[in-house]
């Protein structure tokens, strides 16, 4: 029978269940044996992850070319102004390709959001903002990849929602069976 799990990847678990050193794996989170994760999500991220054991659905989900669109929230460093937000929206140039059109606007820090740990660093002298980023691709390490070619470097990257699953009343390092 098809299983679909939601989990909220807390930062500094490796997106995989196979041990890697000695850091955390989804493992360590969900006791479910044979779903996978349909798409990565780096360690230094956090957020919404889907695990499934449907082969179809994983290939849906994590394949560009049905452009589901994932949504983060994004801490940079910095004030982005109207033309780093422009790069973004038109599609940023990156060393090995041009990441396409990105949703973007700078929006107030989420009243949902949790402590992390450890904290992200801060400067005094250089204010940070958040962004609410949506994709419709989804390669490695893009997204912090993409702020700091626009000038602002990620902090902190949470996934928000993958298509029209959320983070909603999902706390960290807590999963839900959807089916």
């Known amino acids: 029978m098809p299983?679909?799990?939601?989990?909220?990847?807390p930062y500094g678990v490796i997106c995989q269940f196979s041990p890697s050193g000695d850091k955390p794996t989804l493992k360590n989170f969900v006791p479910i044996t044979g779903v996978y994760p349909a798409g990565r999500l780096d360690t230094d991220s956090e957020g919404l992850v889907v695990l499934t054991n449907d082969g179809q659905l994983q290939h849906r989900i994590s394949d560009p070319q049905h452009k589901l669109p994932k949504t983060y929230w994004v801490q940079v460093e910095g004030l982005p102004d109207e033309a780093a937000l422009t790069l973004l929206r038109e599609g940023i140039q990156l060393s090995d390709f041009r990441a396409q059109p990105a949703e973007i606007s700078i929006v107030p820090e989420p009243d949902w959001l949790w402590p992390r740990n450890p904290p992200i660093r801060i400067r005094r002298q250089i204010?940070?903002?958040?962004?609410?980023?949506?994709?419709r691709e989804?390669?490695?390490?893009?997204?912090?990849?993409?702020?700091?070619?626009?000038?602002?470097?990620?902090?902190?990257?949470?996934?928000?929602?993958?298509?029209?699953?959320?983070?909603?009343?999902?706390?960290?390092?807590?999963?839900?069976?959807?089916?």
């Open 3 to 9: 299983k679909l799990l939601l989990l909220n990847k």
């Open 127 to 135: 204010p940070t903002s958040w962004l609410r980023l949506t994709l």
């Open 138 to 179: 989804g390669k490695n390490r893009q997204v912090r990849r993409m702020t700091a070619a626009a000038g602002f470097p990620t902090l902190r990257l949470i996934r928000y929602a993958i298509g029209s699953w959320t983070l909603d009343e999902l706390a960290p390092g807590h999963w839900q069976e959807i089916r």
